[in-house]
Structure formats: structure tokens, C-alpha cells
């Protein structure tokens, strides 16, 4: 069986927060015993509610910051001692392209540079052929060769995230790690950038671990779903699964409160809006992390932590996951 190409296991992250009026020793809870897979040629997107984990996840698998504890795994090999020993090759294999395409461009290097920067660094190809090359992967995101002499600031903003998505597949990346890649741009821009996405997948069989806010996107464009909550996976399935029902009272309730046309939010059978706010991660509850918010919650919730388990056809971290499943 081919391992993932992408793999966390138990991946933690936590940040101290500094000393000062009898705080020293508080951490923020970032990441709690996240584990998920990217498999080849998949797209796996991560969801939930902002301050979730979801940007955190992604700079760890990136090598972009180090976990605190658990450990995460590229092509099934300990990507941690790879970051150590073989970097270079571990950040050709995976590639990110995040949210602002502003902010992830040199405003002062023109495009060819930027692109060919990536070529250069890991030593693709002659010199003298890299402007060609550039021009290649330019046409590929579907802008033209004009563009290489061109500034980011000369640019739309889908042209500039396009140039990120050329820079990123420059080196021929495994998976690409999408953080909010569409978020910033303007609706109709949106739909070109994915349909750009789904067509390099389908040439290049590269994999995507996509984060994202929009839930009706991910329906569209992922063949899995992992739903995120304060640090922890509650739920991940199959897109098809998720679409029939949502086992985790949160993830029925987050995807219950995006908008849908032609049904009304308060819609019969559709799951009431959450009430109360989303825990400090400082100080997180005990036991299930969402019981606080949870419709369901007994008093097993508040003092046991539930496990990341099967449920049918998904994973689910849920005491009560088959009560529900029979009720959905």
C-alpha cells in the first residue's frame, strides 16, 4: 500500500505566551493531537471557524514552524529529520501558496525573477533555458509571456495569485498546501483560480491540502473533508459522506450556518445556529473541547476528552456520534 504523501500524527503546536502580572507558564493550545493524510493526487480540505488551527496546521507541514509534539511524515518518511539533513529536498516536494498574493510577492522583483528564483534555489535546468521555462509555467496558470517583465504591482490580483501558483509548482511539489488561496479575490476570480487548480491536479496528479472559510467551495472542489475545532479534528470523511450527513454536532452546525440558495436559515430540519462564543485556546475546557456549545452534551463530555474515531464511514470525535448518526 503507497503511504500518503502527506501525513500528521498527534502534530501539537503551542505558544508561550511572555511572563508578566503572574502569567509566565500560559501557553496558547494552537494544535492538539491533530492527525490527518493527504494521498496522491487528492485534494483534502480543512475547515472551521477562524482561530481554529487551520493556518497553524499548514505552517507546520510546511516546515514554516516546528511542532511541539507529535510528528508529520512526507511519503512516509520522518519529515522532521528530513528538515534537519535533506531541506532542500523536503521543500521541493511541498509547496504552499497563501492567502494574500500581494503579500507573497517581492514588490520589487519582476515576475520571470520571482518564478525563476525557485528554479534557481534548487538547481532545475540550465540558466540560459530558465526564462523559457518561466514562460512555460506562466502559460500553464494562463498568463502570458508579457508578464515576466512585469512587476506584482502591475498586476491583478488573480493574475498575482496565478503567478504564485506558477511559482509554486516550479519545483514540481508532491502537494501543495492551499491557505485561503482564493479568499482574497473578487467572486468571479475565484471560480478561474480553482478551475485553474483542479486542471494542473489533473495534469500533474499533484495533492492539496486546501483551507478554506467556504464551505460551498470545498463541496466543490475536495474528495475529503476534515473539520476543524480549537485546535482538534472533529470529524473527516468523505466529501459524498459529509454532503448525506454530519455526525459532530459542530459539523452540523457550521455547515448548517452557510448560506444556501433558496432555503432560508431557519429552514425545518436545518440545526439551530450555535450559541456562546469559541473557548479560549489559553485555557481550553476540559473533556470535549466543544461541549460547551454542544446541543448534545452529557456529563461524560465535560470530563472526557473523546477520541478521533470510526463512526460508519468517517472519522468523528464524539462520544455520542451513533446517537446522532441514528437520529440524522
Not at 534537519?84 to 498574493?101: A, E, K, L, T
Not at 472559510?213 to 482538534?232: D, P, Q, S, T
Not at 456549545?293 to 463530555?301: D, E, K
Amino acid at each position: 500500500m503507497t503511504a500518503p504523501v502527506l501525513e500528521a500524527r498527534d502534530l501539537a503546536k503551542r505558544f508561550p505566551i511572555a511572563g508578566g502580572m503572574g502569567r509566565s507558564g500560559r501557553v496558547v493550545h494552537a494544535l492538539n493531537g491533530v492527525s490527518l493524510a493527504v494521498e496522491a493526487g487528492e485534494t483534502l480540505a480543512v475547515v472551521g471557524e477562524s482561530g481554529c488551527g487551520k493556518s497553524t496546521l499548514a505552517n507546520c507541514l510546511t516546515g514554516l514552524m516546528p511542532p511541539s509534539a507529535g510528528s508529520f511524515l512526507l511519503q512516509g518518511e520522518d519529515a522532521t529529520a528530513m528538515l534537519r539533513q535533506d531541506p532542500m529536498r523536503f521543500r521541493r516536494s511541498v509547496q504552499i501558496v497563501f492567502q494574500d498574493p500581494y503579500a507573497s510577492l517581492n514588490p520589487r522583483r519582476r515576475i520571470a525573477d520571482t518564478v525563476g528564483d525557485a528554479l534557481r534555489i534548487h538547481g532545475l535546468g540550465p540558466r540560459r533555458d530558465r526564462r523559457g521555462r518561466v514562460a512555460e509555467l506562466l502559460a500553464e496558470v494562463g498568463l502570458a509571456e508579457e508578464h515576466l517583465d512585469r512587476y506584482p504591482h502591475e498586476l491583478s490580483g488573480g493574475q498575482r495569485q496565478r503567478v504564485a501558483i506558477a511559482r509554486a509548482l516550479a519545483v514540481e511539489p508532491v502537494v501543495v498546501i492551499c491557505d485561503e488561496p482564493v479568499s482574497a479575490l473578487d467572486v468571479s476570480i475565484q471560480a478561474q483560480v480553482i478551475n485553474l487548480l483542479r486542471d494542473v491536479q489533473r495534469r500533474r496528479g499533484v495533492a492539496y491540502l486546501f483551507i478554506s472559510h467556504n464551505l460551498a467551495l470545498v463541496r466543490h472542489i475536495a474528495r475529503r473533508i476534515a473539520v476543524m475545532y480549537l485546535g482538534e479534528v472533529v470529524e473527516i470523511g468523505s466529501t459524498a459522506a459529509l454532503n448525506r450527513r454530519m455526525l459532530h454536532p459542530y459539523s452540523r452546525a457550521l455547515f448548517a450556518a452557510a448560506p444556501e440558495i433558496g432555503r432560508a436559515a431557519d429552514a425545518p430540519g436545518r440545526p439551530p445556529p450555535l450559541s456562546g462564543d469559541v473557548p479560549s485556546p489559553i485555557d481550553p475546557p476540559p473533556g470535549c473541547r466543544f461541549h460547551t456549545r454542544c446541543p448534545h452534551t452529557q456529563a461524560r463530555c465535560k470530563v472526557e476528552a473523546p477520541a478521533l474515531r470510526p463512526v460508519d464511514d468517517r472519522l468523528v470525535r464524539c462520544h455520542f456520534a451513533e446517537e446522532i448518526a441514528e437520529a440524522a
